[in-house]
Structure formats: structure tokens, C-alpha cells
């Protein structure tokens, strides 16, 4: 079980609603930030594949488990599009003991693109390049976090899994299953 007081946070949101740009100011704070695309773009040279983000993730939320558990505070800026995933590491933190939160940070399509393409024009090697149209399309795909669902902490897992963290161990095949 971690040390009383660890808190995990989930950076939620879009790109360039500033998950990262939050992410290191909890870091400057003590906490442990894995930023994916910090390690996306070093390992697969710029790829940007479902397969190799799936599989980076659940090898760093095992990671933060584990980090959790010895009393770090722990930072994960992965966006986290969909309600499932992110009840699953609610429930699978506060299984080690850490008190895991949802920060969800929203951002307008016209803030959103001037952030995304300054960026992309300032520190091209931090991030993926992508276009007005991805960001549309993937605004419909984003799950927004409700009132319902940040004040819900007892769901079970979907339908299909008996716990949460053989879902998890599905969605991310990197990520043991926990037996919780
Ligand atoms: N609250 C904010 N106000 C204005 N600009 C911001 C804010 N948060 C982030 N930015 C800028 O917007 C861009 C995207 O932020 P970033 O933190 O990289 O977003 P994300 O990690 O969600 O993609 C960066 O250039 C950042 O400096
Ligand atoms: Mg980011």
C-alpha cells in the first residue's frame, strides 16, 4: 500500500488544452510527470501508432503504480479520452492506497488551434504536427468528464471483465493485470 497522502493526478483533455504545461508545474512540485509524448518521440522516431502509444502506456502506469506504492506522488499527462480508462487507474490507484484525481482541462477549437500550431512552429521536436481537421475529428471522439463521473468512485468494470484491472490488462497488454 503507498505512504498516506500520495496523490495520483490524470491529465485529461485534448491537445493544447495544457495538460503538459500543468503536468510540470505538479512536477515542480514533487511529483513524478510522465508526459507520453516525452517518450513516444524518442522511441518510435516520430511514429505515432495506436499499437506502440498502447504499449508505452501500460508499462508507465505500471510504472506509477509502483511509484505510488513506494509514496511518490505521480503525474500521468496521457490525455485519457474515455470514462473507462480512467475509472479503471482511479480504481487501480486507490487499490495501492493513493488518492488518484481527474484534472480535466478544456479548450476551445480556435484556442486550441492557435496553441497546437504556435507550438508546432515553437518546439517542433516536443510534439506530433497535426492538422485542424485531426483535432475536429477528435473532439467528437473525447469522452468529457461529467459531475456524475468524478463523483462516482464504486462503478464496476464493464461487461465482459470481472475486474477492473483485467480490463485494464485488456486496453493495455503491457500493464500486468493487478488481480484487483
Ligand atoms: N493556460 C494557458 N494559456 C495559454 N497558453 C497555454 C496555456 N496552457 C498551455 N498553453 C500553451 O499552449 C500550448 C499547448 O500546451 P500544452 O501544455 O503542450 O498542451 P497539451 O499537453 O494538452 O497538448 C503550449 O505552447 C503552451 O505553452
Ligand atoms: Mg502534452
Do not use: Y
Not at 118 to 126: F, H, I, L, T
Amino acid at each position: 500500500m503507498a505512504a498516506r497522502g500520495v496523490t495520483v493526478v490524470l491529465m485529461v483533455g485534448l491537445p493544447g488544452s495544457g495538460k503538459t504545461t500543468r503536468a510540470r508545474q505538479l512536477e515542480a512540485e514533487g511529483a513524478l510527470r510522465f508526459s507520453l509524448d516525452e517518450w513516444m518521440l524518442p522511441l518510435f522516431a516520430g511514429e505515432n501508432g495506436t499499437r506502440q502509444r498502447d504499449t508505452l502506456e501500460g508499462r508507465l502506469i505500471w510504472a506509477g503504480l509502483r511509484a505510488a506504492e513506494l509514496g511518490v506522488d505521480v503525474v500521468l499527462d496521457f490525455g485519457f479520452w474515455s470514462r473507462a480508462e480512467r475509472d479503471a487507474l482511479r480504481h487501480l490507484f486507490a487499490a495501492v492506497g493513493a488518492e488518484c484525481v481527474v484534472e480535466f482541462l478544456d479548450v476551445d477549437p480556435t484556442t486550441q488551434w492557435e496553441r497546437v500550431s504556435r507550438r508546432q512552429v515553437e518546439a517542433p521536436g516536443d510534439t506530433f504536427a497535426m492538422t485542424r481537421g485531426e483535432l475536429d475529428h477528435w473532439r467528437t471522439l473525447f469522452e468529457v468528464p461529467t459531475a456524475e463521473e468524478l463523483a462516482t468512485t464504486t462503478n464496476g468494470p464493464p461487461a465482459g471483465f470481472l475486474t477492473w484491472s483485467a480490463w485494464a490488462a485488456d486496453r493495455w497488454p503491457s500493464l500486468p493485470d493487478q488481480g484487483r
